[in-house]
């Protein structure tokens, strides 16, 4: 049974930082695109960083230059060090992977999904 399992979310005080988690059971980290994603309440799921097998990364404007997607393929695990958090960062956060090496920014070519953490930054 393939799992994404999330850990690391909390609540912070805006300016603060978290690290987020994420464990592929069956896949390899290393050969697969692997994406973060959010969804707030009342609002649509958005992109917020994706890694790829060559380990190439993008990021949404909104986080670009305080995110940090990373990855390390001997433990099958991606991270997502967020830095800098803002009160509209708040959401649940989840991982993906649409089982390709290169990366796409749309949600709905993703396949596997944890079962998401959530962040609320306080203002």
């Known amino acids: 049974q393939v799992q994404l399992v999330e850990s690391g979310g909390g609540s912070v005080q805006a300016g603060g930082t978290l690290r987020l988690s994420c464990v592929y059971s069956l896949w390899i980290v290393r050969y697969n695109c692997m994406g973060w994603f959010r969804q707030a309440p009342g609002k649509e799921r958005e992109g917020v960083a994706v890694?790829?097998?060559?380990?190439?990364?993008r990021y949404a404007d909104s986080v670009n230059g305080r995110f940090t997607v990373s990855k390390d393929n001997d433990k099958n695990t991606v991270f997502l060090e967020m830095n800098s958090l803002k009160p509209e960062d708040t959401a649940m956060y989840y991982c993906?992977?649409?089982?390709?090496?290169?990366?796409?920014?749309?949600?709905?070519?993703?396949?596997?999904w944890g079962q998401g953490t959530q962040v609320t930054v306080s203002s």
């Open positions: 890694i790829d097998s060559d380990s190439i990364t």
């Open positions: 993906a992977t649409n089982r390709k090496r290169s990366c796409t920014w749309f949600g709905a070519d993703y396949i596997d």
